[in-house]
């Protein structure tokens, strides 16, 4: 036969309990999701001859990750390490988006002076498709801001 078809017969869960019963896997080599699993299974078991669900799943997007994907493609970031525990390009962004916002600033004026504000504090060239120059103080556009609500 060219293939198994062990998944017609039984769920993954039940042919590793199977495998732990024959004594062919060791305790200690049990998969990370099998204790759990065991302890919360699922209201119906996910077996092959199960029809697939036909509900509509919502894509869920917040307007913090539009923001950070639109900052992702104007501004090339190095790669995050994980096991540090600084705070990320990301992040500094984003808060500085999120004081603009704060104090009263349009979406995409507010998009516009973060990323100014973002090459000044942290001294990174720009890439060639922002235009507008960073050399503008934060302090200035917040007051400027505060000035147009009242």
Same mark, same amino acid.
């Given at each position: 036969?060219?293939?198994?078809?062990?998944?017609?017969?039984?769920?993954?869960?039940?042919?590793?309990?199977?495998?732990?019963?024959?004594?062919?896997?060791?305790?200690?080599?049990?998969?990370?999701?099998? &204790?759990? !699993? =065991?302890?919360?299974?699922?209201? +119906?078991?996910?077996?092959?001859?199960? @029809?697939? /669900?036909?509900?509509?799943?919502?894509?869920?997007?917040?307007?913090?990750?539009?923001?950070?994907?639109?900052?992702?493609?104007?501004?090339?970031?190095?790669?995050?390490?994980?096991?540090?525990?600084?705070?990320?390009?990301?992040?500094?962004?984003?808060?500085?988006?999120?004081?603009?916002?704060?104090?009263?600033?349009?979406?995409? &004026?507010? !998009? =516009?002076?973060?990323?100014?504000? +973002?090459?000044?504090?942290?001294?990174? @060239?720009? /890439?060639?498709?922002?235009?507008?120059?960073?050399?503008?103080?934060?302090?200035?556009?917040?007051?400027?801001?505060?000035?147009?609500?009242?």
């Amino acid at each position: 036969m060219a293939q198994s078809r062990t998944e017609r017969i039984g769920t993954i869960f039940t042919r590793v309990t199977s495998l732990l019963r024959a004594d062919v896997l060791h305790p200690d080599n049990l998969p990370i999701w099998y &204790e759990i !699993y =065991k302890a919360y299974p699922p209201k +119906y078991e996910p077996t092959f001859s199960r @029809k697939p /669900s036909t509900v509509n799943i919502q894509k869920i997007f917040y307007e913090e990750d539009l923001i950070r994907a639109k900052f992702h493609k104007d501004v090339s970031l190095s790669i995050i390490d994980m096991k540090n525990d600084n705070i990320t390009q990301n992040q500094i962004f984003f808060t500085l988006y999120e004081c603009l916002i704060q104090k009263g600033a349009k979406k995409e &004026e507010a !998009y =516009k002076d973060a990323l100014k504000y +973002y090459y000044t504090i942290c001294k990174i @060239k720009k /890439s060639p498709n922002m235009t507008a120059s960073s050399n503008i103080s934060p302090h200035k556009n917040i007051k400027h801001n505060e000035e147009q609500q009242t």
